[in-house]
């Protein structure tokens, strides 16, 4: 059974910093592609970072040089740190899992709340 848990969300001021992680279970870890997705209220989910099998990473132009996406193969974990928040970072963000076309998991969600 194949199951993404995302973590670390939560309430924070504008500028603050927040981590989130996300720990996989079911899948061969190492060998996956893993994104960070976020969907805001009314709004459609969108890719926040990505980060391959080999750590190439990838970011969404809007949090470039503000957020962080990295993995530790030997914790199955996938984590983004996000620094410098905006009240528009505000979303549920989902940890995505995919293996070249053959599968693909969704976590359930952690909110983040950016506001003062």
């Known amino acids: 059974q194949v199951q993404l848990v995302e973590s670390g969300g939560g309430l924070v001021q504008p500028g603050g910093s927040l981590r989130l992680s996300c720990v996989a279970s079911g899948i061969i870890f190492s060998i996956s592609a893993m994104d960070w997705y976020r969907q805001a209220p009314g709004k459609e989910r969108e890719l926040v970072a990505g980060i391959t099998s080999s750590d190439v990473t990838n970011y969404a132009d809007s949090v470039k040089g503000r957020f962080t996406i990295s993995r530790d193969n030997a914790k199955n974990t996938l984590y983004l740190q996000m620094n410098s928040l905006k009240p528009e970072d505000t979303a549920t963000y989902y940890c995505?899992?995919?293996?070249?076309?053959?599968?693909?998991?969704w976590g359930q969600g952690t909110q983040v709340t950016v506001s003062s």
């Open positions: 995505y899992a995919r293996y070249q076309g053959v599968w693909n998991y």
